[in-house]
């Protein structure tokens, strides 16, 4: 498939790119509503590029350049 295709692809039992960066957006803005000066959130590799493919605006099929090391730490400022 190519990256559009993949983006809205539903595996069985699944959910596609684009449903899960939508999750993923929705529940960042629902822990910014927390009003916590610092929280810490713990993910997968994958979900992290998305968010910050988004978060930055990048296009789909540049989002490899998003990756991060695995077992890293990356620190997002963000404002819902």
């Known amino acids: ?15 596609s790119w684009e449903n899960m960066e939508r999750r ?4 960042l803005d629902n822990i910014a509503q927390l009003g916590k ?5 713990v993910t997968h ?16 099929d540049n989002h490899e350049q998003f990756s ?3 077992a890293s730490c990356t620190i997002v400022l963000y404002e819902n």
Do not use: A, H, Q, W
């Open 1 to 15: 498939m190519d990256i559009e295709e993949r983006y809205v692809f539903t595996p069985p039992n699944g959910e």
């Open 24 to 27: 993923l957006l929705r529940e």
């Open 37 to 41: 000066e610092c929280v810490v959130v």
């Open 45 to 60: 590799k994958s979900c992290l590029r998305s968010l910050m493919r988004v978060l930055l605006k990048g296009e789909l």
């Open 68 to 70: 991060v090391g695995m």
